[in-house]
């Protein structure tokens, strides 16, 4: 007898699943049977971020090949318009949204494993650096989000039910290394955090996902595959758990290392191993290790 998929009946989105962690958590959702809308700007009839092979259409096969129904949309996450046109599309042809990931993070554009575009490196003291670096990693990271959030935020309320999960990095578990990346993460839990004050009352959940170091195709391409804890899978079957909890409103606000929720619920990343948490070295950073 085949076995019931968990999510079979769920409308799910995942905001930046090009590659990275937002493509791991398709991928998984898809495996348990979910309906996922798929987005990037990396697409196989247009331009790709950082001149990178993979696109937001590949993600969706992926997610058709793991047993869901996989629908790619092209949108640029720091654009209202575009992420107003993304949900407004949805809605329409779904009815509504169950789960909304956010794995949206242009921070590190242009990075090569060394140097930035304006040639500072990561963790280069923040006196020596152009402040114009923060602004792009807020907008890139937190604003994006909010964007995303705030959009959807009137069908859930709505629907009085919803899961709004963003990935990020715990960064009450030490400094990240890099005052650009840290602010950037901080401000996204502190977002997670508020919005569930806010949600709570009509029955939405909001919460953050802290991945380890996580096996992306830009971390592998750098050769820095043998630094990483776990491949982008290991958070994708944390959020396929956490939209299959009925009680997953006991989170909400909190920042979730994945590595915890393995153990809660008992999944395990691709190889069948269990990574523990992430361990940061301040002097190394959390690096690049929420996304990719």
Known sequence: MTPALPLANRICLVAGASRGVGRGVARALGDAGATVIVTGRSSEAGPHTDQRPETFEDAAREVEAAGGKGHPYRCDHTSEREVDGLVSWALRRFGRLDCVVDAVWGGNEGYDGERYPDGSAYGTPFWRR????????????????????????????????????????????????????????AATNRLSFAMAQELAPFGVTALGLSPGHVLTERVRDAGLAADTTETPLYAGRAVAALAADPEVARHAGQVLHVADLARLYGFTDRDGSQPGRYIINERKGGGDVAQG
């Open 130 to 185: 152009p402040a114009a670096r923060l602004g792009q990693s807020l907008e890139a990271g937190v604003y994006a989000q909010l964007l995303l959030a705030r959009a959807v935020a009137p069908a859930m309320v709505q629907m009085r039910a919803g899961l709004i999960v963003t990935i990020s990095f715990d960064t009450a578990a030490g400094y990240l290394g890099d005052v650009f990346y840290d602010l950037a993460k």
